[in-house]
């Protein structure tokens, strides 16, 4: 059983994409402390990413976090079944991108329409300023879109391939 969240902020609003997912998944079997070790070493291969991780009471909690993003993964044993969620928050890679981009494109809005059009009056000052804003949203959603989309399908990978290591303890100790 799978279960993918995205929370949605007001930034993600603006962006038309999410800044953080939340996937979760049921496994009908339980993950055996010994195989921790290898779990952990199956998340670092698949994110390319060292986490510290901790057993706290029967759950792996496996995170890592930097500037621009926090991946937060966790395995717990409950009732015989094992549950694995993973939180990945984008958001202040999202904040950071979208201002770059907005202030990035307005400045060569405002360079270009300055030069090209030369605005002398009030109203091609605005026309500018309108262009600008209108461009820089339009880029700002696309930039963040390429980028969501792919992170979105890594998280659902990374979701599929842990719950075959899970299942796949099933069969192994059968």
């Not at 991946?71 to 202040?92: K, V």
């Not at 792919?150 to 099933?170: Q, T």
Request: net charge negative; glycine share 8%.
């Amino acid at each position: 059983m799978e279960n993918t969240r995205e929370r949605r902020g007001t930034l993600s609003g603006v962006l038309g994409e999410s800044t953080r997912f939340d996937l979760e998944a049921v496994v009908e079997k339980e993950l055996p402390l010994a195989r921790y070790v290898d779990i952990v070493a199956l998340i670092t291969q698949l994110t390319h990413r060292q986490g510290q991780w901790v057993d706290r009471e029967g759950a792996l909690d496996w995170s890592n976090s930097s500037d621009v993003e926090s991946l937060q993964i966790t395995a717990q044993n409950r009732e015989g079944a094992t549950h694995l969620c993973i939180c990945a928050d984008y958001g202040r890679m999202a904040s950071f991108a979208f201002f770059a981009v907005v202030f990035s494109v307005m400045f060569l809005t405002a360079a270009i329409g300055g030069f090209v059009f030369q605005p002398s009056s009030i109203i091609g000052i605005a026309a500018t300023g309108i262009v600008g804003v209108v461009v820089s949203f339009a880029v700002a959603r696309a930039v963040w879109r390429h980028f969501a989309g792919p992170r979105r399908s890594d998280m659902e990978h990374l979701l599929e391939e842990l719950v075959a290591f899970v299942g796949a303890e099933e069969s192994a100790q059968e």
